[in-house]
């Protein structure tokens, strides 16, 4: 079992660029592809980006070339960096396994305001 402990989060100005970072528990991190999703008051939980044991990435169309996921599996992390934030890029956001193989973490709140 995996667990995760999610941060970096907070009010952002349109335009802004934070780094959250994931710290999961758990010796066997590095064995699973993982992610970070993010949920919107009134929506449901979506993937915004993923990362393959090995390293490879994907990105859903809406952060596309704004959002870069990464790890290091030696630390047992996992991080999100986000430019040009968007309004609309407010949500809740959590790690976990691609797919959701683990129970969720708190998640780290990023509202994005002027």
């Known amino acids: 079992q995996v667990q995760f402990v999610e941060s970096g989060g907070g009010l952002v100005q349109p335009g802004g660029s934070p780094r959250l970072s994931c710290a999961a528990s758990?010796?066997?991190?590095?064995?699973?592809?993982m992610g970070w999703y993010r949920q919107a008051p009134g929506k449901q939980r979506e993937l915004v980006a993923g990362?393959?044991?090995?390293?490879?990435?994907n990105y859903a169309d809406f952060v596309k070339g704004r959002f870069t996921i990464s790890r290091d599996n030696r630390k047992n992390m996992m991080y999100l960096q986000m430019n040009s934030l968007k309004p609309e890029d407010t949500a809740v956001y959590y790690c976990?396994?691609?797919?959701?193989?683990?129970?969720w973490g708190q998640g780290t709140q990023v509202t994005v305001s002027s």
């Open positions: 990362i393959t044991s090995g390293g490879s990435t």
């Open positions: 758990g010796s066997m991190f590095s064995i699973y592809d």
């Open positions: 976990n396994g691609v797919p959701e193989l683990f129970h």
